[in-house]
């Protein structure tokens, strides 16, 4: 038996069945044995970050744009990062800021939110980079309206604790875990239900889905402490109604183990990473009063819009053919219709 199956049965026999949300709290997030405290670096899936470099200049300039039209006038200019992981995608976004747009640079204070300590560690790097401009915490603690700038975040929200839930009989059930790991069904509690009565949808008949109640939460802080600027989100997901269609009768659960995706929840515990496709609605629909959420777009939408110019342009100059290929390749695979380019959607709220 592996040491995380041993700390699950013990919190199972000393407090009764644990919630969905309480066993991938464990597995992904335990101090020692969790999956993103022992990896550092994963190999089990590839995200933006893992392309190009190219993906943290596109998400710099469209954070220089929104400077240079909203913030520009303002003292101080907070750049916080929810889930920095590694710290590979801020530290080649500062690295630009600092290159191109000394303006906004000068008045940079970066803040990487991140709890596992190991990664943590590992973005150390970056304060001796950037010194005083950088600032590692695993919790978010900005008071009310205290941020002036932008909360951006590159999969974090997809990485949060959910609940499993399954519409049976009319009955909205929900996963718990008993003493052999075994799933067993009992009527949703309270928490769950006030969740997808406040969401106003809920998953089909027969079906599967989850309840983003930790991506409730934090949007609700993250968007209170927001006093000027916006709230950024890159993740996969949907908006309630395509997220809670009758086609998607297992829910969108998934584990990710060496770039092949399984629903064996149970199995290889820490070593595989556990995820949703995100909840959009729940983003928008829990923002403070006051926040403007824009229509939700795709990766492509934004990078297509605002930058197709910028990159044919820079694609032209690259004098060097190995590098003007694999510049391209990059660009393709974030805008590419049936990958990353249409599953990656960006929420963009504003204050
Ligand atoms: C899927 S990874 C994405 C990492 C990085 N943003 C990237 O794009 O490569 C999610 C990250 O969020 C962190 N995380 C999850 N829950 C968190 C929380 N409550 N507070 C701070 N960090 C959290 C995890 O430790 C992990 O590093």
């Not at 303002?74 to 590979?88: I, S």
């Not at 309270?190 to 949007?219: D, I, R, T």
């Not at 993250?222 to 809670?244: P, R």
């Amino acid at each position: 038996m592996t040491n995380l199956e041993n700390i699950l049965r013990a919190k199972i026999r000393e407090g009764g069945p644990i919630s969905f949300s309480q066993f991938m709290e464990t597995v992904l997030y335990h101090p020692e044995e969790g999956y993103y405290s022992m990896n550092e670096q994963c190999g089990d899936y590839y995200t933006n970050v893992d392309v190009h470099p190219i993906f943290a200049e596109i998400l710099a300039k469209t954070f220089y744009q929104e400077w240079n039209e909203r913030l520009r006038g303002e003292e101080c200019f907070d750049l916080v990062e929810l889930g920095c992981g590694n710290g590979k995608l801020a530290e080649q976004i500062l690295i630009w800021l600092a290159e191109n747009a000394q303006d906004c640079f000068q008045k940079l204070r970066y803040t990487g939110i991140e709890r596992s300590e190991k990664r943590i560690q590992s973005c150390k790097r970056m304060e001796t980079a950037f010194g005083n401009k950088v600032q590692l915490t695993p919790e978010f603690s900005f008071p009310t309206n205290s941020v002036t700038g932008i909360i951006f975040s590159n999969e974090f929200f997809d990485a949060l604790p959910f609940e499993r839930v399954l519409k049976k009989g009319n009955q909205l059930l929900e996963v718990f875990l008993d003493h052999s790991l075994r799933e067993t069904l009992a009527p949703a509690t309270e928490n769950v239900k006030a969740y997808f009565q406040w969401l106003g949808s809920e998953p089909k008949e027969g079906c599967y889905g989850e309840a983003h109640l930790s991506s409730k939460e934090w949007m609700e802080k993250i968007s209170a402490a927001l006093g000027k600027g916006m709230v950024f989100t890159i993740d996969y997901g949907f908006e309630s109604e395509e997220l809670y269609s009758e086609f998607r009768t297992e829910g969108t659960a998934l584990c990710h183990y060496r770039h092949q995706t399984n629903r064996e929840f149970y199995k290889r515990l820490g070593l595989q990473d556990l995820t949703t496709h995100i909840n959009f609605t729940t983003l928008i629909k829990s923002a403070s009063k006051g926040i403007q959420n824009c229509p939700l777009i795709t990766q492509s939408n934004l990078i297509l819009d605002k930058f197709l110019n910028d990159l044919t342009e820079k694609v032209g100059n690259e004098k060097d053919p190995r590098k003007r290929l694999k510049l391209s390749a990059a660009i393709q695979s974030l805008i590419h219709p049936e990958g990353m380019g249409n599953t990656f959607k960006v929420l963009i709220q504003r204050n």
